[in-house]
């Protein structure tokens, strides 16, 4: 069983023709979030106004799905520019608990969508009830 989420409280509702998020049984696929408003305009701000912005688009997207934060295993962040990595280290240690961190990926690429400086996206996945 799928389930594909394009829209949601709190989600950029925007022209791409994209899901935010898919489900497959248990696991949550989330596509790259920016800093883009409810109603899909790029916010321009500094690294961590936009990675706040990218990551809150991303919860919406996990609460959407009806998953949670805690759900989040894996977290994929690319920056337009690596040395923004000290401020995008201290965001993700006040996002993600010490010792309940996902496991994270972060790079370098030359650009972005509406000349944004970071994208998030992830893979979430719910304990199976065992019984």
Avoid at 101 to 121: E, N, W
Wanted: aromatic share 8%; charged share 25%; glycine share 10%.
């Amino acid at each position: 069983m799928r389930k594909y989420v394009s829209h949601g409280k709190g989600l950029p509702n925007w022209s791409s023709p994209i899901s935010h998020a898919v489900v497959v049984d248990n696991i949550c696929y989330l596509s790259g979030q920016l800093s883009i408003s409810e109603e899909g305009n790029y916010i321009e701000g500094t690294i961590r106004e936009e990675a706040t912005r990218a990551f809150d688009n991303m919860l919406c997207a996990l609460r959407a799905a009806e998953f949670a934060l805690g759900d989040l295993a894996f977290v994929d962040i690319a920056l337009c520019d690596i040395k923004d990595i000290g401020a995008i280290n201290e965001l993700y240690a006040s996002i993600f608990e010490e010792g309940r961190r996902p496991a994270r990926t972060i790079y370098q690429v030359d650009a972005l969508p509406f000349g944004g400086k970071v994208k998030v996206m992830g893979v979430a996945v719910k304990e199976r009830s065992v019984g």
